[in-house]
């Protein structure tokens, strides 16, 4: 049984005992403040205290998120596919919590079968995609050569029941890759309750790599590889951290880069503006170091299926 984010109990991997560690961690989009709660045996963050319907905090979530890099992190992301799935003829991908689409068109591009998972289809739908709410929809039906998971697992009321869901719709030796946000990482520890990353309470889970290991090996799956970076996600997690602890709007360089901007002062935002892209290039080397000490902003596990259903 799963421990339901905001009802205290046992960390539902290892069962060790979940302790308060961030109070207060405001949500910009809401204005309201949760609190992260963390497991001492696997590290596993909790958001505390979050609504049953999410759905009003995800208002303006949608549409234009990742700006400029969209195409860029599309891309990468296809890089490390081709990397993995070293198979001729036909494949195909699916793509769970796939926001607007722009990495299934671009597996598309490049000859996938593609289909999402989306609790907001309709941008999805509105690019033809084959996209459903809810990853029930391809039981028993069909089966992937590849099952992403891009930041989308930290969003799950149930991380446990959703990789164990994806199991059955591999194929055999098929690979399941997974990116969250590191909460263990030098970028999570040094910018605390004022990491752009934390993201509450759409974030309902904060993964160390014990945890999300743990996650991956409970469920049937053999982890193959870890990589520590998403350039553009740590890059901004620095910068927009710093700026968090030194201007009282929170996150307002993200949302200028996205167009979502709105509401904050004049000055705030021309001060944001201009420090922006300045703390941006230097978190390069930042960025660089956490990436080699496997310390970084990302965690992106690479697993594969490596026995039979039971």
């Known amino acids: ?9 046992a960390c539902f991997l290892c069962s060790g005992e979940l302790r308060p560690y961030l109070k207060q961690v405001n949500d910009h989009i809401s204005d309201e ?11 596993l963050g909790v ?33 490390l596919v081709r990397k ?30 593609v289909a999402g998972t989306e609790m907001n289809p309709a941008l999805s739908h509105a690019l033809e995609l084959e996209v459903f ?32 869901s994806v199991f059955p719709l591999l194929k055999r030796d098929g690979w399941l890759l997974a990116a969250v946000p590191d909460a263990e990482g030098w970028q999570a520890r040094f910018s605390g309750q ?4 934390l993201d509450v309470p759409r974030h309902l889970y904060h993964f160390s790599r014990r945890s999300l290991r743990m996650l991956h090996e409970k469920c049937g799956f053999q982890v193959r590889e870890e990589l520590h970076q998403e350039f553009e996600y740590d890059v901004l997690g620095w910068s927009q951290s710093v700026l968090n602890k030194t201007f009282p709007t929170r996150n307002l360089f993200f949302r200028q880069l996205t167009g979502k901007a709105q509401g904050a002062k004049v000055w705030e ?14 978190a390069l080397p930042a960025t660089w170091i956490g990436t080699v000490f496997r310390q970084g902003g990302t965690l992106i596990l690479a697993s594969q299926k490596t026995r039979t259903e039971e």
């Open 84 to 113: 993995k799935m070293k198979i001729e003829g036909e494949r195909s991908l699916l793509d769970v919590g796939c926001g607007e689409g722009t990495f299934l068109l671009a597996a598309r591009k490049e000859g996938w079968t």
């Open 33 to 43: 403040n949760f609190d992260v709660w963390k497991c001492v045996g696997c590290g």
């Open 1 to 9: 049984m799963t421990s339901t984010p905001g009802v205290p109990g």
């Open 194 to 197: 004022d990491w752009l990353h």
């Open 133 to 164: 709410e809810d990853i029930e929809a391809f039981n028993g039906k069909r089966q992937f050569d590849c099952v992403t998971l891009w930041h989308s697992l930290e969003h799950m009321r149930d991380p446990m029941a959703v990789i164990r």
């Open 47 to 79: 958001t505390r205290n979050t609504p049953k319907d999410l759905s009003p905090y995800y208002q303006d979530y949608y549409g234009g998120r990742h700006g400029f890099t969209a195409k860029f992190r599309a891309g990468r992301r296809m890089s």
């Open 269 to 282: 935002r021309t001060a944001n503006w201009v420090a922006g892209p300045v703390v941006s290039l230097a």
